[in-house]
């Protein structure tokens, strides 16, 4: 059974910084394509950032160089670092894994940037 479980949302004011976190079991942590996406109320789930289990990233253009995904195959841990945030980047972030044709998702933890 695939868990995705995200962590390290909270408020922040605009121009600081998060981490989130996200702790997977279940899957081929190495193999997995993982990523993060984020949903604001009324629109659809977008893509934040990508990362292959080679280490290949892709990011969303409205990232402009402000946040980074990394991953640790040995802890099964992926990472969104996100610097300079602005209050258009509130929003729900999800964790996603996918292996072959299977997609899977985590519960989402929120964050909201606001002074």
């Known amino acids: 059974q695939v868990q995705l479980v995200e962590s390290g949302g909270g408020l922040v004011q605009p121009g600081g910084s998060l981490t989130l976190s996200c702790a997977a079991s279940?899957?081929?942590?190495?193999?997995?394509?993982m990523a993060w996406y984020r949903q604001t109320p009324g629109n659809q789930r977008e893509m934040v950032a990508v990362?292959?289990?080679?280490?290949?990233?892709d990011y969303a253009d409205f990232v402009e160089d402000r946040f980074t995904i990394s991953r640790d195959n040995a802890k099964n841990m992926v990472y969104l670092q996100m610097n300079s945030l602005k209050p258009e980047d509130t929003a729900v972030y999800y964790c996603?894994?996918?292996?072959?044709?299977?997609?899977?998702w985590g519960q989402g933890t929120r964050v909201t940037v606001s002074s």
């Open positions: 990362m292959t289990g080679g280490g290949i990233t």
């Open positions: 279940g899957l081929d942590f190495s193999i997995a394509l």
């Open positions: 996603k894994g996918e292996m072959y044709v299977n997609h899977y």
